[in-house]
Structure formats: structure tokens, C-alpha cells
DNA sequence: AATGCCTGCAACCGCACTACT
DNA sequence: AAGTAGTGCGGTTGCAGGCAT
């Protein structure tokens, strides 16, 4: 027995939104506010429109500074790195992105930046084509121990105006609570890396261990160190990353400039034990679970560092 | 000009989580 | 503790417009 549906969607509208729709939810949203009750909303106001429909519309479309299109390259790089680092957490990356909803984020990654990514974009020579986006990556030279991108210092973000009565997590230190809240991903508290030794130091089983293969958290190695100091669950995302670079990647012999690094680190991607079709070891899998800066009170600190010209692909797709 | 394909985006769907009773 | 309602989220779908043939 499923679940009640939040409404009865034979009787309400569905598809786009009128301008009188969209008319009457905002101006009653900004007189009143929500009221924390999207379900008791549309009566209210006189929509035959589904709840759930009216706050998708609202966050999506109707919000204030609420910004479409014309993505930034330093947003490209954003979503980009934190893709790679904490996959398809939309949520999170758009919490980033002032005045950019999940929605908007997932939709311009799924139609362009993925493809972008993987060269599998039109050459379709848009205004953005030329533009630089490496300005600002960087590579960490004195990560020596294990070569692990980083994260390039991200911007602090200023908190969007916004007056209503809904929780937003414009602020890092909301955007640390929802991590935290997003089952233990994230430790409640930042600790630094020498706590690793610490037997209590916090992580998800899952990290742990995947096809029955332990990886040792505890262990002096650097790169156990820098997993250790992760501190979040990267399983769901390295999962889905890494089967789709891994299909990508079987896709194109050819190696993608510019991501060199998913090669030439020791335990990266064998490509001759890929092809078997199925889910790849996880210990290949690790060098993708980019460790995500720290979270501390002052939020992204620290950034994930993506290799000079790793994203020249991005711009430049392979020409065919 | 007509047709079919492709792309981008808005909106929907269903599940998981949380709060409340 | 269990059930229910509301919310948030990621994945998916459907459609309109642009593009190629």
C-alpha cells in the first residue's frame, strides 16, 4: 500500500504556469509568506495547482534573485569540481551558487556541462566558447604525498536578500548543518587530520568497506590520511561518477586531456579491467573520492583543486 | 518548405526524511 | 512506537524551439 498522494491530480492543473498563476503565487507569497504549509497554499490563494507544484515554481521560477541561464565560468568550474567531489547533490552545489536553484544546476549539467566534459558536445560555437576557465585552478604542488586534486579556494558567498519565511542555506554555516544532516556525510565537527589515529574519528561504514574490501582508514599511508580526513560518505557519488567516467572512458580510447590525473595516479582506472561490464573494484575506485575541503565555520575554505587546463576539454571539445 | 531529429528546460514523479500526533 | 502529513531532493519526462537534411 503506497502512500497517500498529496493531492488528487485528476482535479488540480499540471504543465506550465499561466502569468496569472504565477501572478497570483507570488504576490500572495510575498504579502504573506508561505505560512509553512505548501499543501494548504493553493486553496488559499485560489490555484488548482498541487502543492508540491507551487513550491517547485516558486524556488524554481518565482523567488527573488532567482538567476537563469548565462552560467559564469566560475560557476562551470564550481559545479564542475563539485561534481567530481560530492556528485549529483544538487542541493548542496546549488547552496554554492547564489541565485542558482538545483533544478537550474542539474538541468545545465545534464544538457551542457556533461557534455562539455566528455566531448560530446556540438561544436556549437556559442559566445562562451573562447572564454578561459583555468584562471583559477590550480594544483596543489605540495600535495606531493598523493597527488589528489584539490579543491581551489572557492568564493565566500554572500548571502542572497531574501526575506520569507523559508530556511535557506545561503550561509556556510547552514550549508554545513544540511551536510551534516545528510546522514552523517559530513562529521558534525571538523577534525584535523592527525585525529585520524582517532579510533572515534567519524565515517560512514560504507566508505569503508565495498565489495568486501576494506580500506584501512587508520593506516599511516597519505592517502589514507586524506580519505580519513574527508570525512564524508562518498560511495552514491563516486558510484555514479565513476560508472559513467568509466563508460565515458571505455567510450573514448583516446585519454581526455586535460584529466590526466584520472590516469596517471597508480590506482586509477584499469581500463583493461573495465570492460567486463560490471561496477568497478572500489579500490580503483578510490583516487575518486576527492577529498571535500574540511567544513569548518567558515565554510569552503579550502577548495578542491582541479589540474591546470583539466576543463580545456570543457570548452574545446575532442574535434571530430 | 517540409519533415524529423536534437537540445534545453520546466515540470512532474516518487522516494526518503522529518516533524507531529 | 507507529502512523500520517509535509517537505526536500534527485531522476525522469514532455514539450517547444532550433537545427539539419
Same mark, same amino acid.
Given at each position: 500500500?503506497?502512500?497517500?498522494?498529496?493531492?488528487?491530480?485528476?482535479?488540480?492543473?499540471?504543465?506550465?504556469?499561466?502569468?496569472?498563476?504565477?501572478?497570483?503565487?507570488?504576490?500572495?507569497?510575498?504579502?504573506?509568506?508561505?505560512?509553512?504549509?505548501?499543501?494548504?497554499?493553493?486553496?488559499? $490563494?485560489?490555484?488548482?495547482?498541487?502543492?508540491?507544484?507551487?513550491?517547485?515554481?516558486?524556488?524554481?521560477?518565482?523567488?527573488?534573485?532567482?538567476?537563469?541561464?548565462?552560467?559564469?565560468?566560475?560557476?562551470?568550474?564550481?559545479?564542475?569540481?563539485?561534481?567530481?567531489?560530492?556528485?549529483?547533490?544538487?542541493?548542496?552545489?546549488?547552496?554554492?551558487?547564489?541565485?542558482?536553484?538545483?533544478?537550474?544546476?542539474?538541468?545545465?549539467?545534464?544538457?551542457?556541462?556533461? &557534455?562539455?566534459?566528455?566531448? &560530446?558536445?556540438?561544436?556549437?560555437?556559442?559566445?562562451?566558447?573562447?572564454?578561459?576557465?583555468?584562471?583559477?585552478?590550480?594544483?596543489?604542488?605540495?600535495?606531493?604525498?598523493?597527488?589528489?586534486?584539490?579543491?581551489?579556494?572557492?568564493?565566500?558567498?554572500?548571502?542572497?536578500?531574501?526575506?520569507?519565511?523559508?530556511?535557506?542555506?545561503?550561509?556556510?554555516?547552514?550549508?554545513? &548543518?544540511?551536510?551534516?544532516?545528510?546522514?552523517?556525510?559530513?562529521?558534525?565537527?571538523?577534525?584535523?587530520?592527525?585525529?585520524?589515529?582517532?579510533?572515534?574519528?567519524?565515517?560512514?561504514?560504507?566508505?569503508?568497506?565495498?565489495?568486501?574490501?576494506?580500506?584501512?582508514?587508520?593506516?599511516?599511508?597519505?592517502?589514507?590520511?586524506?580519505?580519513?580526513?574527508?570525512?564524508?560518505?562518498?560511495?552514491?557519488?563516486?558510484?555514479?561518477?565513476?560508472?559513467?567516467?568509466?563508460?565515458?572512458?571505455?567510450?573514448?580510447?583516446?585519454?581526455?586531456?586535460?584529466?590526466?590525473?584520472?590516469?596517471?595516479?597508480?590506482?586509477? $582506472?584499469?581500463?583493461?579491467?573495465?570492460?567486463?561490464?560490471?561496477?568497478?573494484?572500489?579500490?580503483?575506485?578510490?583516487?575518486?573520492?576527492?577529498?571535500?575541503?574540511?567544513?569548518?565555520?567558515?565554510?569552503?575554505?579550502?577548495?578542491?583543486?582541479?589540474?591546470?587546463?583539466?576543463?580545456?576539454?570543457?570548452?574545446?571539445?575532442?574535434?571530430?
Amino acid at each position: 500500500m503506497g502512500r497517500a498522494p498529496c493531492c488528487d491530480k485528476n482535479n488540480v492543473k499540471r504543465g506550465p504556469w499561466s502569468p496569472e498563476e504565477d501572478a497570483k503565487l507570488k504576490s500572495y507569497i510575498e504579502q504573506n509568506g508561505t505560512g509553512g504549509n505548501w499543501i494548504a497554499l493553493p486553496p488559499k $490563494i485560489g490555484l488548482n495547482r498541487c502543492g508540491k507544484s507551487c513550491r517547485l515554481r516558486w524556488l524554481n521560477y518565482l523567488r527573488p534573485n532567482i538567476k537563469h541561464g548565462g552560467f559564469s565560468d566560475e560557476e562551470d568550474r564550481i559545479i564542475c569540481s563539485l561534481y567530481i567531489s560530492i556528485g549529483s547533490r544538487w542541493s548542496i552545489i546549488a547552496a554554492q551558487l547564489p541565485g542558482r536553484t538545483d533544478n537550474d544546476i542539474k538541468n545545465y549539467w545534464n544538457t551542457r556541462l556533461k &557534455k562539455k566534459l566528455f566531448g &560530446k558536445q556540438r561544436q556549437k560555437q556559442g559566445s562562451r566558447k573562447g572564454k578561459e576557465i583555468n584562471s583559477n585552478m590550480v594544483i596543489s604542488n605540495n600535495n606531493n604525498n598523493n597527488q589528489f586534486p584539490c579543491w581551489p579556494e572557492l568564493p565566500i558567498l554572500q548571502p542572497i536578500p531574501y526575506s520569507n519565511d523559508e530556511p535557506r542555506f545561503n550561509d556556510h554555516s547552514s550549508i554545513r &548543518k544540511l551536510l551534516i544532516k545528510l546522514g552523517g556525510k559530513f562529521s558534525d565537527e571538523y577534525q584535523p587530520i592527525n585525529e585520524a589515529t582517532n579510533p572515534q574519528y567519524p565515517m560512514d561504514n560504507s566508505l569503508l568497506m565495498h565489495h568486501n574490501s576494506p580500506i584501512n582508514l587508520i593506516s599511516s599511508a597519505p592517502i589514507d590520511n586524506v580519505l580519513a580526513n574527508a570525512q564524508y560518505n562518498m560511495d552514491r557519488a563516486a558510484s555514479s561518477f565513476t560508472a559513467e567516467l568509466e563508460h565515458m572512458i571505455q567510450n573514448n580510447q583516446q585519454k581526455l586531456d586535460g584529466l590526466e590525473f584520472l590516469y596517471d595516479q597508480d590506482m586509477l $582506472i584499469d581500463k583493461s579491467a573495465s570492460t567486463s561490464g560490471g561496477s568497478m573494484d572500489w579500490d580503483a575506485m578510490n583516487p575518486f573520492v576527492f577529498p571535500l575541503p574540511p567544513i569548518n565555520d567558515e565554510g569552503f575554505q579550502q577548495g578542491v583543486i582541479i589540474q591546470e587546463g583539466a576543463f580545456d576539454e570543457l570548452r574545446y571539445p575532442m574535434a571530430q
